[in-house]
């Protein structure tokens, strides 16, 4: 098995351990706050920090989440630099981070199934087969939906490749999820969107008491903003922004990821390095409210 970055730093898969598979089914991934204190450079990321919900499928047993904050490649932050197996590495080619239906190989703790070895070396082998992949249906998609779609994508995806046969599959998929999106906006589920409407005035309503009550009942603390990533998703109209705020208590460092629904003049409140006041609910340590 391949390098370790966490929870601890071991280069060889512990013994006796159990053969998993983990998928995330939500997760974050986010640059250390590696600022110089006397106002110089920024150190240069050797690794990143991953907020992420692990779903493991480990075979004898049954399937089970768990959430936890570790070290990870840089290649989960799907940026440019960093962008290959290694930290000092560069890929040329397109890659889309951590993907939710490929997960990631390890083994387990028979004695606490918490604890999660992951082969970042063979998840890094894997995601290529899948990034690859990934980008053949884009391009192809890119080609079927008219001549400016077509040449952009070849300009900034030019080593994505033709589709090939095994590929139709995910082409269907995503053509299929891009008519349902194109039928939305043109009003052909206009009762379905009306339901929908419904459903979700209700549920951000619910959401804005929740936080009402936690600001009211809650304990407040010191966090910073150490990540924000902007979603495709919409709610009520607006979009969805994953937030991941370090929190300061009683002396001790912890992450805690909050999704909400943000513009984009709001949203710059929470810029990565921002120090803020966030309440806590007293029912629940995870669960929490933003101030500004």
């Known amino acids: 098995m391949g390098f370790q970055l966490g929870p601890k730093f071991l280069r060889r898969a512990p013994k006796g351990w159990l053969p998993a598979r983990a998928f995330p089914v939500k997760h974050s991934a986010y640059e250390h706050n590696n600022n110089d204190p006397e106002g110089g450079e920024t150190v240069i990321e050797t690794s990143a920090g ?24 840089t290649w989960l932050l799907q940026g440019i630099t960093g962008g290959g197996k290694r930290w000092y590495s ?50 192809e998609k890119a080609k079927r939906s008219g001549t400016f779609d077509h040449v952009v994508d070849r300009v900034i995806n030019p080593f994505a490749g033709s589709l090939r046969a095994e590929d139709e599959q995910r082409l269907d998929e995503a053509l299929e999820e891009d008519r349902a999106a194109r039928a939305a906006v043109e009003g052909t589920w206009a009762s379905v969107l009306d339901a929908e409407h419904e459903s979700e005035s209700a549920e951000l309503k619910r959401r804005m008491e929740e936080l009402e009550r936690i600001q009211k009942e809650g304990r407040r603390v010191p966090a ?26 009683d002396g001790r460092r912890r992450h805690v990821v909050f999704e909400h629904m943000y513009g984009p003049r ?14 806590i609910d007293p029912l629940d340590p995870n669960a929490i409210c933003p101030g500004r």
């Open 50 to 73: 991953l907020t992420v919900t692990w779903r493991v499928e480990c075979d004898g047993h049954e399937p089970y989440e768990f959430s936890e904050q570790r070290t990870a490649p």
């Open 90 to 139: 560069l890929r040329i080619r397109p890659q889309y981070g951590l993907m939710k239906d490929v997960g990631v190989p390890g083994v387990v703790n028979p004695q606490d199934p918490h604890e999660l070895w992951v082969d970042w070396d063979r998840a890094y082998e894997e995601h290529e087969v899948a990034w690859a992949r990934e980008a053949r249906v884009q391009r």
């Open 224 to 249: 910073m903003v150490v990540a924000r990533a902007e979603t495709d998703r919409m709610f009520a109209g607006v979009p969805v922004v994953v937030l991941t705020f370090e929190i300061v208590e």
């Open 266 to 279: 709001h949203a710059t409140r929470y810029t990565p390095g921002a120090q803020v006041d966030v309440w």
